[in-house]
């Protein structure tokens, strides 16, 4: 179950962000209050963590937001819209949004990229993850929605991330980008959703990440700490 501090804070993000493509196109008229989409994002959110796709109805999320289903359908075009952009926020995706790695320096990037990593592991992180997965035979629209939505333009700001890094020597000239992007994603998958009980925590992803970092040439601009360091490190 999503505890009400995560969900309200994931949730109440959504007034700071640009309205996503889903996002219903607003009528002339007095303005939607930004309350009902907080309620309605915290809703559809807890009811995908908790029940999958099958529990979170428009029906069901409306009535867990209290709201009409009206409501509902005037902010979004569809449900996986909607659902979309609340895994989007359940994963506090905001704070790496495209923008922000567009905006940070070469340097920056690597701790962008563990700090991720550290986020992906939560173990609400990891259900939400495991929850968009498992919904595909059902409802591969929902992926699709949330992947040209939400996560190619992350990855095509990541792409041009590691581009910034190689051209400023922080990465071997003949690194192949996309092979690189490929494999950070896909350990980080891993590690989030098969890792062993014993090596599951945030920090031991961190420290995985930040190890084949290493190996693949990345120069990074801080040591290991104590806690992190590891056989290979």
């Known amino acids: 179950m999503v505890r009400g501090s995560t969900a309200g804070k994931t949730a109440g993000k959504a ?3 640009r309205a996503p493509a889903g996002r219903a196109k607003s009528a002339p008229g007095r303005p939607r209050d930004p309350a009902v989409d907080r309620r309605v994002l915290r809703a559809a959110l807890a009811l995908f963590i908790e029940h999958g796709l099958a529990g979170a109805s428009i029906d069901k999320i409306a009535r ?3 709201v009409a289903r ?3 359908y005037r902010r979004w075009s569809s449900r996986e819209a909607l659902l979309a952009e609340a895994i989007e926020l359940g994963r506090d995706a905001a704070e790496y949004s495209a923008e922000l790695v567009d905006s940070t320096p070469p340097e920056g990037i690597a701790g962008l990229l563990l700090g991720g990593a550290e986020l992906a592991a939560r173990p609400e992180t990891r259900k939400l993850m495991a929850r968009l997965i498992g919904s595909i035979p059902d409802s591969p629209r929902l992926l699709a929605v949330y992947r ?3 996560y190619l333009p992350r990855r095509r700001a990541f792409l041009r991330a590691l581009e910034r890094v190689r051209k400023a020597r922080l990465l071997p000239i003949g690194t192949d980008i996309e092979a690189l ?5 896909g350990l980080i998958v891993h590690r989030a959703l098969l ?3 014993d090596d599951d925590s945030p920090a031991a992803l ?3 990440l930040r190890q084949f970092l290493r190996r693949a040439g990345f120069k990074l601009s801080t040591p290991f700490s104590s806690g992190e360091r590891g056989p290979g490190a």
């Open 15 to 17: 007034a700071r962000r």
């Open 64 to 66: 867990r937001a209290k």
């Open 70 to 72: 009206t409501s509902i």
């Open 148 to 150: 040209d939505t939400y």
């Open 181 to 185: 992007a490929d494999m950070v994603t």
């Open 195 to 197: 890792a062993p009980p």
């Open 206 to 208: 961190r420290l995985h």
